[in-house]
């Protein structure tokens, strides 16, 4: 399968700013999009940001503006740059991608995978 690995979470001020990273490795073919998603205790997995390799970006509303997604497809790797931090942010931020493999060196499949996910707490 696909591994994700994300990193740069931690603990700053309102108003401040973190960057996130997440790696994809294995026997990868190809990624269509990479993305970023929370969730805060209590409620439910929620979408951040996303983009496809072709450099579209989609946002939540709630993060316009103030949170910038990009990628390097050379590295396999996707950030997410977030300034203007507020304490609603504070969640666990997960990576995931969705593209093609190899299981073996003759066939290709599908993936979709998920980080463990990076710690985000924003104090005000």
């Known amino acids: 399968q696909v591994q994700l690995e994300e990193s740069g979470g931690g603990l700053v001020q309102a108003g401040g700013s973190l960057r996130l990273s997440c790696a994809a490795s294995g026997w990868i073919v190809s990624i269509n999009t990479m993305g970023w998603y929370r969730q805060a205790p209590g409620n439910e997995r929620e979408f951040v940001a996303d983009i496809t390799s072709g450099g579209t970006t989609d946002y939540a509303d709630s993060v316009k503006g103030r949170f910038t997604i990009s990628r390097d497809n050379a590295k396999n790797t996707v950030y997410l740059q977030m300034n203007s931090l507020k304490p609603e942010d504070t969640a666990v931020y997960f990576c995931n991608a969705d593209g093609r493999y190899r299981p073996k ?7 979709n995978s998920w980080g463990q996910g990076t710690q985000v707490t924003v104090s005000s």
Do not use: A
Not at 105 to 111: A, D, K, N, P, R
């Open 105 to 111: 060196y003759y066939s290709q499949e599908v993936f």
